[in-house]
């Protein structure tokens, strides 16, 4: 494995942000990966797609390593289609292959960019869809054993956008298994989508208007498009308890309708409603980094800024959703070397 000094991550982010690292290698098989992680120097940053990262603009001190293991497996069982993935293979070619092979199960989560490693991470979701619907079982390295596990999906302990490998250094995915079901049908639960192709709907349809929705808002990455240069949404939708929630509602005008849905610890609210009616709509910001002009979550870098002034961006969203509704946001990429 060839070992490349002062790579900036700027080249291998989506936001087109991040200093130097000190030492960049590239795994190109699962046991590379292992090994690139086991003899590394220093602190380890894996990276797959860079798409839900933001790094410091002074960079990484120690060795990024960069996932491009690819492969995919397919075992038949009846209607079921087990289907092993490697961490390097791209999410979206992987998804447009279940569609076009007639396996339902991933196509709600058509145009999330990324590698299939990091699914399972923040437990990747979208239009009533999430990973965790059909993952089976992931393989890890367990770097605090040295060994190489196979976990079941009760054992990844997935929850909204989050898992037993978010939040830590201690695992490395290097691969995935999918349960999908060998129909072309989908049954959208997603109203947005179910109004767009029905209750049941072939997966190429499914497909196609939740690309048309995403681009819409930006969601898709477009070389061209400035306001798709982002790591995604960049705060999740919080969750509060019945305290919080009547705390909050203490704030409104009588008679306010906000959007909300029952979660398993509380009621969750729309970030982009907060931050909307915080007085940060579309485009607000300055010429290198603003709010999405497309999409209220996506705080964007347009060229020519740094990660110090989109975290200085995040900032003053964060702080004026607090100050005008005493909600708390909190990031959805991976802060590397900075905090909001
Ligand atoms: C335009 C846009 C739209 C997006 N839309 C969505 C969306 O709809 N839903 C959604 O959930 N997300 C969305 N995201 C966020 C992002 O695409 C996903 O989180 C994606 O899964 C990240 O994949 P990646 O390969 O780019 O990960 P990276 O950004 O490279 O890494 C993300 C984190 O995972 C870790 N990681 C990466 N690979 C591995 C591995 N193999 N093992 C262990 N840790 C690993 C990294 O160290 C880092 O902490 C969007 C992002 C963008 C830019």
């Given at each position: 494995?060839?070992?490349?000094?002062?790579?900036?991550l700027?080249?291998?982010?989506?936001?087109?942000?991040?200093g130097?690292?000190?030492?960049?290698?590239?795994?190109?098989?699962?046991?590379?990966?292992v090994?690139?992680?086991?003899t590394?120097?220093?602190?380890?940053?894996?990276?797959?797609?860079g798409?839900?990262?933001?790094?410091?603009?002074?960079?990484?001190?120690?060795?990024?390593?960069?996932?491009?293991?690819?492969?995919?497996?397919?075992?038949?069982?009846?209607?079921?289609?087990?289907?092993?993935?490697e961490?390097?293979?791209?999410?979206?070619?992987?998804?447009?292959?279940t569609?076009?092979?007639?396996?339902?199960?991933?196509?709600?989560?058509?145009?999330?960019?990324g590698?299939?490693g990091?699914?399972?991470?923040?437990?990747?979701?979208?239009?009533?869809?999430?990973?965790?619907?059909t993952?089976?079982?992931?393989?890890?390295?367990?770097?605090?054993?040295?060994?190489?596990?196979?976990?079941?999906?009760?054992?990844?302990?997935?929850?909204?956008?989050?898992s037993?490998?978010?939040?830590?250094?201690?695992?490395?995915?290097?691969?995935?298994?999918?349960?999908?079901?060998?129909?072309?049908?989908?049954?959208?639960?997603?109203?947005?989508?179910?109004?767009?192709?029905?209750?049941?709907?072939?997966?190429?349809?499914?497909?196609?208007?939740?690309?048309?929705?995403?681009?819409?808002?930006?969601?898709?990455?477009?070389?061209?498009?400035p306001?798709?240069?982002?790591?995604?949404?960049?705060?999740?939708?919080?969750?509060?308890?019945?305290?919080?929630?009547?705390?909050?509602?203490?704030?409104?005008?009588?008679?306010?309708?906000?959007?909300?849905?029952?979660?398993?610890?509380?009621?969750?609210?729309?970030?982009?409603?907060?931050?909307?009616?915080?007085?940060?709509?579309?485009?607000?910001?300055?010429?290198?980094?603003?709010?999405?002009?497309?999409h209220?979550?996506?705080?964007?870098?347009?060229?020519?800024?740094?990660?110090?002034?989109?975290?200085?961006?995040?900032?003053?969203?964060r702080?004026?959703?607090?100050?005008?509704?005493?909600?708390?946001?909190?990031?959805?990429?991976?802060?590397?070397?900075?905090?909001?």
């Amino acid at each position: 494995m060839e070992v490349r000094a002062g790579v900036p991550l700027a080249g291998v982010t989506t936001l087109r942000l991040g200093g130097p690292a000190a030492r960049t290698v590239e795994a190109r098989t699962a046991d590379e990966l292992v090994e690139a992680v086991r003899t590394a120097t220093g602190p380890v940053l894996l990276v797959g797609g860079g798409s839900n990262l933001v790094v410091a603009d002074e960079g990484w001190a120690g060795t990024v390593v960069l996932i491009r293991s690819r492969g995919i497996a397919v075992a038949a069982d009846g209607d079921l289609r087990t289907v092993t993935v490697e961490a390097g293979e791209p999410w979206d070619a992987l998804v447009a292959r279940t569609v076009a092979e007639g396996w339902a199960g991933l196509e709600c989560l058509s145009g999330i960019p990324g590698l299939t490693g990091a699914t399972p991470v923040q437990n990747v979701g979208a239009y009533g869809q999430d990973v965790a619907q059909t993952i089976a079982g992931v393989t890890a390295y367990d770097t605090a054993t040295d060994t190489v596990t196979e976990l079941t999906a009760a054992e990844c302990r997935f929850g909204y956008r989050d898992s037993l490998f978010k939040h830590t250094d201690r695992w490395v995915v290097l691969r995935v298994v999918f349960a999908l079901r060998a129909t072309d049908k989908s049954t959208p639960r997603y109203e947005e989508l179910r109004a767009r192709v029905g209750e049941v709907a072939p997966l190429a349809d499914v497909r196609d208007a939740v690309l048309a929705l995403r681009r819409g808002k930006g969601m898709v990455v477009d070389e061209v498009d400035p306001d798709t240069w982002s790591a995604g949404s960049f705060f999740t939708n919080p969750v509060l308890t019945p305290v919080e929630l009547a705390a909050f509602e203490a704030r409104l005008a009588p008679g306010t309708h906000y959007p909300s849905w029952p979660a398993e610890e509380g009621t969750k609210l729309s970030a982009a409603w907060l931050i909307e009616r915080a007085g940060f709509g579309k485009g607000f910001g300055g010429e290198t980094v603003r709010v999405s002009g497309k999409h209220t979550l996506a705080l964007t870098h347009r060229g020519g800024g740094t990660t110090a002034e989109l975290v200085a961006l995040a900032r003053t969203v964060r702080d004026g959703v607090v100050a005008r509704f005493g909600v708390a946001l909190r990031p959805e990429p991976r802060l590397v070397g900075v905090a909001l």
